[in-house]
C-alpha cells in the first residue's frame, strides 16, 4: 500500500468514500446540503488536506480534513482553527490496517501544517468506532443530546 497526497482529481473519490462514512447523513429532500457537499465542495481551499491510500493501482481509503467557519460548522465542529477530520476505507479492505496508516500518515501532516488538534464527529451508538478513536488519542467534547458525539485529538 503507498499513501499519497490527494488532490482536486480526487475529489469524486473523496465523495464516494463519504457515501460510505456518512451513509446514514444524507440529506433528505427540503433539508440542508448533507455531508457529501459540506465536506468537498469548493476542495482545494486553504486547510483542505487529504491523503489517499492506493495499492495495485486503485485508491481503497481517503483520509481529509478542513476547516470550517462558525456560521458554516461540520458535524463535528470545534472551533475554527481545529480542522475536521473524516476517512472511510472501501468496505472489501476494511480491517486491514488501512485506516490506522491513513490517521497516522494525517496526524503527521496535521503537525507539519502546525495545526494544534483535529476533530472528527462520531454516531453515538457506533460503539466500536467509538472505542477506536479512543484508542486513537480522540477524547469526547461534545455530546448535545442528539445522535453524534464531537471528539477531538491533540497533536
Not at 503527521?108 to 486513537?136: C, G, I, M, W
Amino acid at each position: 500500500m503507498v499513501i499519497r497526497r490527494g488532490g482536486r482529481q480526487d475529489v469524486r473519490f473523496l465523495r464516494d468514500m463519504l457515501h460510505h462514512a456518512y451513509y446514514w447523513r444524507e440529506r433528505s429532500p427540503g433539508e440542508e446540503p448533507g455531508p457529501v457537499a459540506r465536506y468537498v465542495k469548493g476542495w482545494g481551499r486553504p486547510g483542505d488536506t487529504a491523503l489517499i491510500a492506493v495499492e495495485d493501482g486503485f485508491p481503497v481509503g481517503a483520509a481529509w480534513y478542513r476547516l470550517f467557519r462558525r456560521e458554516h460548522p461540520g458535524y463535528g465542529f470545534v472551533d475554527e482553527e481545529t480542522p475536521e477530520l473524516a476517512i472511510a476505507v472501501v468496505p472489501s479492505r476494511r480491517g486491514h490496517g488501512i485506516g490506522e496508516a491513513l490517521l497516522s500518515a494525517l496526524y503527521e501532516r496535521a503537525r507539519t501544517e502546525r495545526h494544534a488538534a483535529l476533530s472528527l464527529s462520531v454516531e453515538r451508538d457506533n460503539e466500536p468506532l467509538l472505542a477506536f478513536y479512543e484508542k486513537q488519542g480522540f477524547v469526547r467534547v461534545k455530546e448535545d443530546g442528539g445522535d453524534t458525539v464531537t471528539m477531538r485529538r491533540e497533536l
